[in-house]
């Protein structure tokens, strides 16, 4: 009973190319968000929805979208990836409110070449 | 605006000995503490959190945090760790006022045999 689940787990790709990393939680959560964990561990938010409705939009390119087609998904699309972008990313969901603890996935190991 | 210290970014401790990783806040309104545990090519996990209430919290795995609101503290402690316990450290605060929690940089606990 996986209650956050990404995928792919590992994305492995060539500088230039677009690509997606899918998350689901079935937690019943109303919002969901993305992570960029450097290699230094550090956590940085991209993104949060709440009820398909985007609340935050941290400073990230445009190259990377977020869609969210209901409240229990919310995907991760990057374009025209580049060096930089290479991470992992991890999708999170909670309860809405400061004080709601958030339930992580297991991450996507983004390696760009 | 809130932010987070770990003051340490690594901790080494022998096993069975007592560990404590320190964590510091910085914020203007009542704010909701936790702290999160990332074992090695997993997500993070919820290890204990303050809400309100009672200054000691206890959490799993036998770790607890005690809230210090005229220290601005939260710092996390075992008082026997074990080679298990070998994992990366996240203390984070949110609020009522702001959508996003706010992560340290994470303290790496390393257990020495």
């Known amino acids: 009973d996986t209650a956050v689940s990404q995928t792919p787990k590992y994305l492995v790709t060539q500088m230039g190319n677009d690509k997606s990393i899918k998350c689901e939680q079935n937690l019943g959560h109303d919002t969901m968000y993305w992570y960029k964990q450097d290699s230094k561990k550090f956590l940085k938010i991209m993104f949060s929805?709440?009820?398909?409705?985007?609340?935050i939009n941290e400073t990230v390119p445009n190259r990377f979208s977020p869609k969210s087609p209901d409240k229990a998904h919310l995907n991760l699309h990057i374009n025209s990836l580049e060096l930089g972008d290479s991470a992992v990313y991890f999708c999170a969901s909670s309860r809405t409110g400061g004080n709601q603890p958030q339930h992580f996935g297991d991450g996507t190991r983004l390696s760009i070449l | 605006a809130q932010s987070v210290t770990q003051l340490d970014s690594q901790v080494p401790v022998f096993e069975e000995a007592p560990v404590e990783l320190r964590c510091n806040y910085s914020s203007s309104v009542s704010v909701y503490l936790f702290w999160y545990v990332q074992y090695p090519n997993q997500g993070l996990q919820l290890l204990l959190k303050?809400?309100?209430?009672?200054?000691l919290v206890k959490g799993i795995n036998g770790f607890e945090a005690e809230f210090n609101k005229s220290q601005t503290s939260f710092h996390l402690r075992k008082p026997s760790v074990h080679i298990s316990d070998t994992a990366e450290y996240f203390c984070?605060?949110?609020?009522?006022?702001?959508?996003?929690?706010?992560f340290g940089k994470g303290t790496r606990l390393h257990i020495l045999p």
């Open positions: 929805y709440n009820n398909k409705e985007l609340i």
């Open positions: 303050y809400l309100s209430g009672s200054t």
């Open positions: 984070a605060v949110s609020s009522d006022q702001d959508d996003k929690i706010i």
